[in-house]
């Protein structure tokens, strides 16, 4: 069945605003007359995690991977579930899937890099974040670099964490979030006056940030 275009649009419309609820109300008509429809079952499963119907999130991607095996984008999407939920071991064994289907799939390997980051298993996480940025160009390199630099005060390397950092601000000046990082590998180096540096300039974009206001409270003390 070719599913109806103005209801289509509607619903992409739906889910463009957030509007989750309004969206699975426009898809659950159409996908009861039409249980194989791929793009339905996709906007099912996405809609559905936002709203946290997981199990039935789960159930819709499933399908799309039984329907469209050497299609990336179920794996994707079911990975990206298990994850959210904490099941991290699940969502490796679908990313690793998705990924075997389509080796530059820069979403699967950013989405890997989030899955090994949460799992405390840095070195695995550098590796796919990396291959991120290999496959996904300049639009979401920022965002990667960011995480990477995450990765490297997780490992205990606020020298490496600093230099991502700076090159962060190299490829966008306007990546203030940045200088959360700074500030705590600064920190971390016991570097209190750039440490409140990166701070204030942080704060000033996310001012009520408890955690970093805190740690300035602390730095400030330092400084006394």
């Given at each position: 069945m070719v599913l109806d275009e103005k209801v289509s649009e509607k619903i992409a419309k739906a889910i463009s605003d957030g509007n989750f609820k309004q969206a699975l109300k426009l898809i659950t008509p159409p996908l009861k007359e039409d249980p194989t429809n791929v793009s339905l079952l996709l906007d099912h499963g996405f809609v559905s995690t936002n709203l946290n119907k997981f199990a039935e999130a789960e159930e819709s991607y499933t399908k799309v991977t039984e329907l469209l095996p050497d299609s990336a984008s179920g794996y994707a999407g079911l990975g990206f579930t298990y994850r959210i939920q904490g099941k991290n071991g699940d969502a490796v064994k679908v990313?690793?899937?998705?990924?075997?289907?389509?080796?530059?799939?820069?979403?699967?390997?950013?989405?890997?890099?989030?899955?090994f980051f949460d799992m405390d298993q840095y070195e695995n996480a550098l590796k796919a974040y990396y291959k991120a940025i290999q496959f996904g160009g300049a639009e979401n390199e920022a965002e990667t670099l960011h995480r990477i630099a995450q990765v490297h005060l997780g490992m205990e390397e606020p020298d490496k964490a600093l230099e991502i950092a700076q090159n962060v601000l190299k490829k966008d000046p306007g990546y203030l979030s940045i200088y959360n990082i700074m500030g705590v590998?600064?920190?971390?180096?016991?570097?209190?006056?750039?440490?409140?540096?990166?701070?204030?300039?942080?704060l000033k974009a996310v001012p009520d940030d408890e955690a970093a206001l805190s740690i300035m409270e602390e730095i400030k003390e330092n400084l006394k």
């Open positions: 990313f690793l899937k998705g990924i075997e289907i389509s080796p530059d799939n820069a979403m699967i390997h950013y989405e890997l890099g989030e899955t590998a600064a920190y971390m180096k016991e570097s209190w006056k750039d440490a409140m540096k990166y701070f204030e300039k942080y």
